[in-house]
């Protein structure tokens, strides 16, 4: 199959409250100003930006599969994320947040901004990972008619969620303490000299090595991957150490425990073979939450899939274009606001 022909996005930028910069990419071509169905925002995972969704090659694109169907698709790069730019940038290069500041800053700025522009009264939100999270707790903060639908992928409530490699990862969490910032970047780039290395030492935590390209992990390694704060890192840490610990940095609001808040419909897609969000653990965020319209979709072998999905592959396998991007769509379509 011969390299699909890449669209241009218009690039915006958006202002939150404390003066970051966030970039965002529209994919829309119509004369309307938006799709039938409604805007849709495509929000990235923890230590990535828009490549997560919006790939080099429009094969593993989301945000192009979803604008060939005609939708309004807006890819976002959180603060800390791509183009997005601190307050006082270029000499001040990072800046120092964590997950709650992504909840009350960059959430209500990018939805304002995406409701103002296309004159509509809601969106879907489709997140992968850490992007789902923020799906969840925007639900739990937000008015919830100002979402027509929800999509969450491998997006964990940190119910259980383990792993060796973690676990050993955890042991180094004491450098935070002397890094503000986690150049990860740096070392992705370099590990893209070695996309074969890389998909057997990094790969099986974060993928089906099956169901990814080499061509595409060089590529992603190169441009998907971002620095991380350490507060950030440190609240991540955190959750993963205590099983009902997803809640906000100073304790005073607990994510996990207020899911049952959630009403609007929710398509909660899992990996069978994820190992950084376990099946149990979307199958407990499922249960938790109170929307008589919801769906935990399983992609593996037993469900009738090719191949049992691990992380990132659900969003930049070789099949997802084929397997679990049609799921997404059709989710956002029999939604419409």
Known sequence: MGRAKRRRP???????????????????????????????????????????????????????YLAERG????????????????????????????FDDYVHLDVPALMRHVLDKTEHRALHWVGHSLGGML????????????????????????????????????????????????PQRSASLLASFFPGLLAHTVGP????????????????????????????????????SDPSGFRRADGLFEYHEHLHRIRRPILIIAGAADALTPVDDLRDIAARISSPDKRLLICGREQGFRFDYGHIDLILGRHARDEVYPHIAAWIESHAA
């Open 71 to 98: 939708h309004d698709a807006w890819v976002v790069e959180l603060r800390g994320a791509g183009r997005s730019r601190p307050p006082g940038w270029p000499l001040r290069r990072h800046g120092s947040f964590d």
């Open 10 to 64: 218009e690039t915006l930028f958006i202002r939150t409250r404390d003066n970051w910069r966030l970039a965002v990419y529209r994919y829309w071509s119509g004369a309307r100003r938006s799709s039938r169905w409604g805007p849709v925002l495509l929000v990235h995972g923890l230590g990535t930006n828009r490549a997560n969704l919006d790939a080099p090659d429009p094969r593993i694109s989301l945000a192009h």
């Open 135 to 182: 799906g969840y707790a925007a639900l739990e903060h937000f008015d919830q008619d100002l979402f027509s639908s929800v999509v969450t992928l491998a997006a964990p409530g940190f119910t259980g969620v383990k792993h060796p490699v973690v676990d050993h990862l955890l042991r180094l969490r004491f450098l935070l303490r002397f890094l503000p910032w986690v």
């Open 205 to 240: 935590l974060v993928a089906n090595p099956e169901q990814m390209d080499r061509r595409h992990i060089r590529e992603l390694a190169r441009v998907a991957v971002t620095d991380l704060p350490a507060p950030l890192l440190t609240q991540f840490a955190d959750w993963y």
